[in-house]
Every structure is written in C-alpha cells, then in structure tokens.
C-alpha cells in the first residue's frame, strides 16, 4: 500500500541552525501538506501546495518557514532559524485532490528537538 | 472557522467493553468530519470520515461515527473494545473550501486487561 514516507524520523539541532525537514508523497498525489504537534497540544496546519506554488498558510507559517519540491518526489520544509518554540513533530500529508471528501494521507511525522 | 472539540484527553474501558470517544464540533458551513488514529511512534491513519452522505460511518478495525446535526456532534464508538485498540484518537473537520484540516487536541485510550 502506499504511504507517505518522512526523513529523519529525529533531528536534533541548535537554536538558530536552518533545518530541513523531508518527505516523499505519494506518487500520482498533486496536493501537499505540513502540519505540525507540540508536545501536548493539538495538530496544527502549517501550510499547503499545489502546483509549486503555496495555496494556503496559517499565521504560524512565517518567513522563517518555506517549502519546496526540489524533483519529482520530495517535498521539504525548511526552518531557516530555528528557535526554541519550533520543538515539535512534524506532519507531511498528501492527497489526490482538493475537494473537501479527499483525504489526507499522512506520513509518520520527524520529531524536531531544538537545544 | 471550523474547530472540534474533543471530551476526554485520557479514557480507560476494559477489554470488550464499548468505546465511546467524543466529539463536538463548530463549523459556520456544512462539515466534512474525519477521526484520525495515531499509533506510537506511527503516523495519523484514517478511521472514517462523514461527508454528508449516510449520518452513520463505518470505518475501519469495528469503529463507527454517527453526525448528529442537532447535537453538532460526531461520537467514535466500538461495541467491544480490543487491547490492540489501544492509541491516540483524533477528530478533526474541514469546511468551508479551506483546504487545512483542524485537528481536536486527541484522546488516548487506554484498553484495559
């Protein structure tokens, strides 16, 4: 069955290093997505892109975040200068279209440890 | 704005017992509903989703939902529960045309020997 797949599983780093956050989508998928989970708080969306472009963001998407489909099969999220608060797993999801029915399929996160 | 509510951030029930997980949602427009399953260290899977056919869902493992427009309500329930039931549940909504999914800050269920 296909899945999402999301690369590294942790990432450890330190307050002000960028970070890239990895994923693979599902292959004949067209929508992608980013979400993200503070340690016990609720999932938040981040962001959303479609057709290289970003087609939706959240207030908590800021110019220290971007995303980008580098080739054919990944999709990354940077955090350019990390801070404390960016603590959190982090969601890739992917779906084959954007109607409200169409579901979200979502990868198994990267836990993001800022020191 | 869309957003759920999720009663219950811990519960317990005995193997066999009835699941029952609640949700309350809030939403100006009709709502697509969702509940989410998280298993430890694994990704969100879907368990069913409402979208504005049949009130009753069926998902996956034995897990139903019933929409109840009256209540702004959209329960998880399983007649008996199974030691391998045991994960972090999600509900979550999208409405509106936006394309995010909100999520309720989850429920763990914890099954019981």
């Known amino acids: 069955e296909p899945e999402v797949t999301q690369t590294p599983s942790h990432q450890v780093t330190q307050m002000g290093q960028e970070v890239i956050l990895r994923c693979v989508p599902i292959?004949?998928?067209?929508?992608f997505y980013w979400y993200r989970q503070i340690l016990g708080q609720k999932v938040e969306f981040l962001v959303s892109?479609?057709?290289?472009?970003?087609?939706?963001k959240s207030e908590i998407f800021d110019d220290q975040f971007s995303v980008e489909r580098p080739d054919g099969s990944n999709f990354t999220l940077k955090i350019r200068s990390t801070k404390l608060e960016d603590s959190a797993m982090y969601f890739c999801?992917?779906?084959?279209?954007?109607?409200?029915?169409?579901?979200?399929?979502f990868g198994p996160g990267t836990r993001l440890t800022v020191l | 704005a869309q957003s759920v509510t999720q009663l219950g951030s811990h519960v317990s029930v005995s193997e066999g017992a009835l699941v029952l997980l609640r949700c309350n949602y809030s939403?100006?427009?009709?709502?697509?509903l969702f509940w989410y399953v998280q298993y430890p260290n694994q990704g969100l899977q879907l368990l069913l989703k409402?979208?504005?056919?049949?009130?009753l869902v069926k998902g996956i493992n034995g897990f139903e939902a019933e929409f109840k427009k009256s209540e702004t309500s959209f329960h998880l329930t399983k007649p008996s529960a199974h030691m391998s039931d045991a994960a972090e549940y999600f509900c979550?909504?999208?409405?509106?045309?936006?394309?995010?999914?909100?999520f309720g800050i989850g429920t763990k269920l914890q099954v019981i020997p």
């Open positions: 999801a992917s779906s084959d279209g954007l109607a409200l029915n169409n579901e979200q399929f």
């Open positions: 292959s004949n998928h067209l929508y």
């Open positions: 892109f479609y057709n290289n472009e970003i087609s939706e």
């Open positions: 939403s100006s427009v009709p709502p697509y």
């Open positions: 409402y979208t504005s056919a049949a009130t």
């Open positions: 979550a909504v999208k409405a509106g045309g936006y394309q995010k999914v909100t």
